[in-house]
């Protein structure tokens, strides 16, 4: 089935400062890719969706890009702001030619912590 | 437009009990899947129920079942717990073609 890789270990980033979480993946063909964010004592929400590659899906202010030729879905921001402090999990659908409507699979999930 | 609610919110048990978590869907939704989040981890697909059966399942043994009732709610029963169930488990639901919505989660620790 399809998986992914998130970069692992905590984030901690000032106010107004860029943001990267990498994440990459392996899968059977071109399948939809996802950013979800888990706020402290919530559930996750999705954050971001690309569907096709070179897509670009963004959301209050963080993108991401499909990139084929280097399988990666990588999350970036210009500026964060403390309300960005939040766990965000990469997901794609699990098995091949799967779409977002059945199982996903996730990453391990990335700690984002913004300070004033 | 309430979303997906859970119930309990917390919930403590010990080793060889029982446990049912409930899930009712966002108002429309006819698909619920359930997950599993351990501490530090990303979510881990359970299963999915639509039409009241189990539609797909994940690497899970039989002491995980659920159930899923004519008005699309849903329970998950987990049969003998053992420490290692201790996690939030969350359930989503969907209609058809659309992106899956999450509940806040039930966090359920097993002593």
């Known amino acids: 089935g399809n998986s992914v890789t998130q970069m692992e270990g905590p984030v901690t980033l000032s106010e107004e400062a860029f943001l990267t979480i990498n994440c990459t993946y392996t899968?059977?063909?071109?399948?939809?890719l996802f950013w979800y964010v888990q706020y402290p004592g919530e559930g996750l929400q999705l954050l971001l969706k690309?569907?096709?590659?070179?897509d670009k899906g963004s959301n209050k202010g963080f993108e991401a890009t499909y990139r084929k030729e280097t399988t990666s879905f990588h999350l970036e921001k210009g500026s964060v702001q403390v309300s960005d402090s939040a766990v965000y999990f990469c997901a794609l659908p699990a098995n091949a030619g799967g779409t977002s409507y059945g199982k996903l699979t996730f990453g391990q999930g990335t700690i984002l912590t913004v300070h004033p | 437009d309430a979303g997906v609610t859970q119930s309990p919110t917390h919930l403590i048990k010990t080793r060889g009990q029982q446990v049912t978590l409930r899930c009712s869907p966002k108002s429309g939704h006819d698909t619920v899947s359930w997950y599993q989040q351990a501490l530090g981890q990303g979510p881990q697909f359970i299963f999915q129920?639509?039409?009241?059966?189990?539609?797909q399942r994940g690497n899970f043994p039989d002491r995980f079942s659920g159930h899923q009732f004519p008005n699309y709610s849903s329970e998950l029963n987990v049969n003998a717990l053992l420490l290692g169930d201790s996690a939030l488990y969350l359930c989503a639901s969907r209609v058809q073609a659309s992106e899956q919505f999450f509940g806040p989660g039930t966090r359920l620790t097993v002593l």
């Open positions: 899968a059977t063909g071109y399948p939809s």
């Open positions: 129920y639509y039409e009241e059966e189990e539609r």
């Open positions: 690309a569907t096709k590659a070179d």
